[in-house]
Nanobody
Framework: QVQLVESGGGSVQAGGSLRLSCAAS????????MGWYRQAPGNERELVAE???????KYADSAKGRFTISKDNAKNTVYLHLNSLKPEDTAVYFC????????????WGQGTQVTVSS
C-alpha cells in the first residue's frame, strides 16, 4: 500500500520561499511517477510539477521558473521548492504517486496548506 505524508506547508509573505516534503512508504519510487498537485478554494485540483519517463520533469506554466521538484531516492522523499511565492499560489498542495502503467492507479497524500499573503 502506498502511503504519502506531506509536510513543510505554512504561511509566508509574497516573494518568500517554502520547501514541501513528501515521505513515501516502501519502494514507491521504483514503480511510480512522483509529483505535486494543488487545489485552491473553489478550484479544481491542478498539476504543479511531476516526474515523467526517463527522469524528466513537467511543470505547470504557473510554476515554471519559480518551483522545482526534486527527490532523494535514499530517503524515499520528494520535494517541491517554492520560490517567489505569490498570493495566487495559496492552496492545499498534494503529493501524488502515479503507477508507471498508463491505466494504473494514482495515490494521494493528505495535503499541506500553503498560504501566501500580499
Amino acid at each position: 500500500q502506498v502511503q504519502l505524508v506531506e509536510s513543510g506547508g505554512g504561511s509566508v509573505q509574497a516573494g518568500g520561499s517554502l520547501r514541501l516534503s513528501c515521505a513515501a512508504s516502501g519502494s514507491v519510487f521504483s514503480r511510480h511517477f512522483m509529483g505535486w498537485y494543488r487545489q485552491a478554494p473553489g478550484n479544481e485540483r491542478e498539476l504543479v510539477a511531476e516526474f515523467t519517463h526517463g527522469g524528466n520533469t513537467k511543470y505547470a506554466d504557473s510554476a515554471k521558473g519559480r518551483f522545482t521538484i526534486s527527490k532523494d531516492n535514499a530517503k524515499n522523499t520528494v520535494y517541491l521548492h517554492l520560490n517567489s511565492l505569490k498570493p495566487e499560489d495559496t492552496a492545499v498542495y498534494f503529493c501524488t504517486a502515479r503507477e508507471f502503467d498508463p491505466f494504473g492507479a494514482r495515490y494521494w497524500g493528505q495535503g499541506t496548506q500553503v498560504t501566501v499573503s500580499s
